[in-house]
């Protein structure tokens, strides 16, 4: 794999994280959305299948402090943003990713409290994150072409 493809999968698994974001924002201020998928599993996820793919040797090239942190990370975000989907949809979803188009549940004042608490969370979890992949990028860039031959 060459080192400028293995760049433009990671800022499409980035962009991935990021408009899953927005759809959660979307959610939580009522905003219509026509499909909404749930990921149960942060491998199944834009940026969990390019972090977790087993042909990229990602442990090799970044230390593994960051990779542990990014990988805790991932499965924060992960376990909140499925208690924000139960709040709307309380349906378990069946399979690695499922569709809802089904009209959102009624929420509670107290769900509402509970989705708010959540979203802050998932916000912090997800800067967090963020933070993390931007120092990953960083240092990619400036490994050399060969680190790339995996």
Avoid at 20 to 40: A, S
Avoid at 46 to 62: A, Q, V
Avoid at 77 to 90: A, E, L, M, R, T
């Amino acid at each position: 794999m060459s080192k400028e493809l293995f760049l433009k999968q990671f800022a499409k698994a980035k962009q991935s994280h990021s408009t899953q974001m927005n759809q959660l924002k979307l959610l939580v201020r009522n905003m219509p959305l026509d499909d909404i998928e749930i990921y149960v599993g942060m491998k199944e996820t834009g940026l969990g299948k390019w972090f977790y793919d087993d042909t990229i040797p990602l442990k090799s090239l970044i230390h593994d402090s960051i990779y542990n942190d990014i990988d805790n990370f991932l499965n924060e975000w992960q376990d909140v943003y499925f208690k924000i989907y139960q709040i709307y949809y309380p349906e378990k979803p069946q399979g690695l990713i499922s569709k809802f188009l089904k009209k959102r549940h009624k929420v509670s004042e107290l769900d509402q409290d509970k989705e708010q608490f959540y979203f802050k969370e998932i916000e912090e979890i997800s800067l967090s994150l963020r933070r993390s992949l931007n120092s990953i990028e960083g240092r990619l860039n400036t490994l050399p072409e060969k680190s790339y031959n995996f």
